[in-house]
């Protein structure tokens, strides 16, 4: 096992879909999926933090472990930093609790990279986009990464640019996935820094990062499927289950 802690950030109220964590997908709440794809990688242990009983209620049903944190986190960055603070971990995983369908593959891959690439202090992970309306999509963050798979810069925009007199035909888009993994020092870096410009103009938290001097690496994974963001994506990830046969 691996010296880390996961942690998978579970906030009750969202403001685009209120209790999609507990949303109900082919017999399972969304939340549940993810602790089984975690708990599969073998890294470590697997901690829900949630600001709401109900999903603290939910968790301990179906036998996970789950803390309650304070309502007046800012950002699934601080609970989860929240609920790591008794542990020794050296790397501290950060999973979405609306991800149902994260692999512990991916989750291996991910920490591997970052393990192996000691300039950087975080580890994420992305996928080569395949669908073209995703890259105008402001919703499908993408991201310019080096040639040693070193994070650049994210952006809603499309980024890199394909400038139409480009010699460079056919250079793919990456579509980011908000897994991130800290090593522990650069979590409690992270939580202390403001919200930065970058972040402040794209919404997107990761570019706080960036703009402070943490390195990120990225690791190139397999597509996932759908996330919950709103009620509509539900259906998107019942008929993805039925196509990947699960």
């Not at 179906?62 to 960055?77: D, E, K, M, W, Y």
């Not at 975080?122 to 994070?151: H, L």
């Not at 570019?207 to 943490?214: F, K, W």
């Amino acid at each position: 096992m691996a010296d880390c802690l996961i942690v998978i950030p579970a906030r009750y109220g969202s403001q685009r879909y209120p209790g999609k964590v507990l949303a109900p997908l082919a017999g399972k709440p969304v939340i549940q999926w993810c602790w089984e794809a975690a708990v599969k990688a073998g890294l470590g242990e697997v901690i829900v933090a949630t600001e709401h009983a109900k999903v603290l209620e939910t968790c301990k049903a179906f036998g996970a472990r789950a803390v309650l944190t304070s309502p007046r986190c800012q950002s699934g960055t601080d609970r989860v930093r929240e609920a790591a603070r008794g542990s020794k971990a050296g790397f501290v995983i950060n999973i979405q609790g609306d991800e149902p369908f994260m692999k512990a593959a991916v989750l291996k891959k991910t920490f591997l990279k970052l393990k192996s690439s000691p300039d950087c202090q975080v580890g994420t992970a992305c996928t080569r986009i395949t669908d073209k309306a995703d890259i105008e999509n402001p919703n499908c963050v993408k991201v310019a990464m080096s040639a040693a798979g070193r994070a650049l810069y994210f952006s809603r925009c499309p980024v890199p640019f394909h400038h139409p007199l480009s010699d460079l035909k056919g250079y793919p888009y990456y579509r980011h996935y908000g897994l991130y993994i800290y090593r522990r020092e650069a979590l409690e870096k992270f939580v202390k820094l403001k919200p930065s410009p970058l972040e402040r103009l794209e919404r997107l938290e990761q570019l706080r990062a960036l703009e402070n001097g943490l390195r990120i690496a990225v690791a190139e994974v397999p597509a996932l499927g759908p996330a919950i963001d709103v009620p509509a994506d539900l259906g998107a990830a019942e008929n993805y289950i039925k196509k990947a046969g699960r």
